[in-house]
């Protein structure tokens, strides 16, 4: 089993940043990479960006590509997503996720954490 806990969610005003940060506890020796995926009320869970924790190879969302940034933190199994520019569109609960390849789709993801609230004010 492996347990994911996001924090750094919150409000903030449109133009604004924030910075959300993963760890990841547990079995996690088989999940080579880790990432975000996020879900606005009414609509489908949405890729956001992964990153390998074997090369740092990263993907990104066309939506966030410029204003989003995913990195690994020096501590194993921790994972950040470094958010700029924000528009309301980017309001959601933001997840992180850990799986065993580099994906768009959340299917590849075997575990995830609870979640954290962003909300973007206009």
């Known amino acids: 089993q492996v347990q994911l806990v996001e924090s750094g969610g919150g409000l903030v005003q449109a133009g604004g940043s924030l910075r959300l940060s993963c760890a990841a506890s547990?079995?996690?020796?088989?999940?080579?990479?880790m990432g975000w995926f996020r879900q606005a009320p009414g609509k489908e869970r949405e890729f956001v960006a992964t990153?390998?924790?074997?090369?740092?190879?990263?993907y990104y969302a066309d939506s966030v590509k410029g204003r989003f940034s995913i990195s690994r933190g020096n501590a194993k199994n921790t994972v950040y997503l470094q958010m700029n520019t924000l528009t309301p569109e980017d309001t959601a609960v933001y997840h992180c996720?850990?799986?065993?390849?580099?994906?768009?789709?959340?299917?590849?993801?075997?575990?995830w954490g609870q979640g954290t609230q962003v909300t973007v004010s206009s």
């Open positions: 996720a850990a799986g065993q390849r580099l994906s768009y789709s959340y299917a590849d993801f075997a575990s």
């Open positions: 547990g079995r996690t020796s088989s999940d080579y990479v």
């Open positions: 990153i390998s924790q074997i090369d740092g190879v990263t």
